[in-house]
């Protein structure tokens, strides 16, 4: 396990710190203590994208909101890149307190609040803005209500736009094309069994890792959005991107329960709407950078396969069965998400 940095100022450690900046205020006349902006708090974030791509600035912007509306009160520390380990890691250690912060996948978070499987199904919206009518509608609130027991909080969504497949050997057209073929997923059961479903074997991978697996050979292929088949630069290694659009992935803004039992109402609220705030930064980058992402690529040389209706409708059809298997207790859910997208 990785070392985590600062978590915490102990109520203790803030009042020492206190004194010792009071003091060196008397040799800086005008200089108020409270002027300093000593944190309570400093608490830890952990994102697994680079410092450009558009989580991770929505998670500065976070950053810089709470520190502005908490008058330093409160700093936050983003690590990019994963420094903290990969998501399933971060979340694991949130669940003690030993991260504060994240932005994670709902993917692998399912496996910590299965409810979330709903929202990630193949195929169920019809579109970025049913999505995003389902998740700022009651339906995603409910979902940021159901954390109980997991110990983390929910706070905000965040954009990731649609899934696709790519690979470096071939274009895919039909379902057929996958068939044998070694595909990476995250570490999700229900992503697993999507895969299966295709004919497929599914190998699920740490992000970090999946660039050197397709370059080794170790996988076929792999799946993801614009952004990341750009940022983490598995264009150049391969170059076949299919738009079959076979999921929608939201990620969420979380935050360890235990840390969240440690701060005032008034903290709690101020953290609520930053995050808020910061999501609808999120969004606008992350629409931005999807359609650079999609020329840059193209302009290196990807070779993008649109699908027919036709195929896209036999990608549905075959993995259909994946709705029983995992959202058999959701079929309500389900049925309002559905009928949300064609009002
Ligand atoms: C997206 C998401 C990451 C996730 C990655 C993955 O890029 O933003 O948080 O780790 O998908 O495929 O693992």
Same mark, same amino acid.
């Given at each position: 396990m990785r070392k985590i940095q600062v978590v915490l100022v102990s109520g203790a450690a803030a009042v020492l710190l206190g004194a010792v900046v009071m003091l060196a205020g008397c040799s800086s006349p005008g200089r108020k203590a409270e002027d300093a902006g000593v944190p309570e708090y400093v608490l830890t974030y952990a994102e697994n994208q680079a410092e450009d791509y558009p989580t991770t600035q929505g998670a500065y912007r976070f950053a810089e909101l709470v520190k502005e509306k908490t008058g330093g009160k409160i700093e936050i520390l983003v690590n990019a890149g994963g420094t903290l380990g990969d998501e399933k890691l971060v979340i694991e250690q949130m669940q003690f307190g030993?991260? !504060?912060f994240a932005r994670v996948s709902v993917s692998p978070l399912s496996g910590f609040v299965p409810k979330l499987n709903v929202l990630q199904m193949p195929y169920l919206y019809t579109g970025a803005d049913h999505m995003w009518k389902v998740l700022e509608g009651e339906i995603g609130d409910d979902f940021l209500d159901s954390f109980d027991g997991s110990g983390l909080v929910a706070l905000s969504w965040y954009d990731a736009g649609a899934r696709s497949f790519y690979n470096p050997v071939k274009p895919i #057209? #039909?379902?057929? !094309?996958?068939?044998g073929m070694r595909i990476r997923v995250q570490e999700s059961e229900m992503m697993v069994r999507m895969i299966e479903l295709l004919g497929g074997t599914a190998v699920p991978t740490p992000y970090d890792e999946v660039y050197s697996a397709l370059q080794t050979g170790k996988i076929d292929g792999a799946e993801n959005n614009w952004p990341s088949y750009e940022s983490a630069n598995h264009y150049e290694v391969a170059k076949y991107f299919t738009v079959d659009e076979h999921t929608r992935v939201p990620e969420l803004q979380i935050v360890s329960e235990a840390t969240w039992k440690k701060l005032t109402p008034e903290y709690q609220q101020i953290i609520r709407e930053c995050a808020q705030e910061s999501a609808r930064y999120e969004r606008k980058l992350w629409k931005e950078r999807s359609e650079d992402s999609a020329r840059k690529v193209q302009n290196a040389g990807c070779e993008v396969t649109t699908l027919t209706p036709e195929e896209k409708q036999r990608f549905q059809e075959a993995v259909t069965p994946i709705y029983s298997e995992f959202c058999g207790d959701y079929v309500d859910i389900i049925d309002e998400i559905v009928a949300a997208g064609r009002e």
């Open positions: 030993g991260v !504060d #057209r #039909r379902p057929e !094309d996958l068939k």
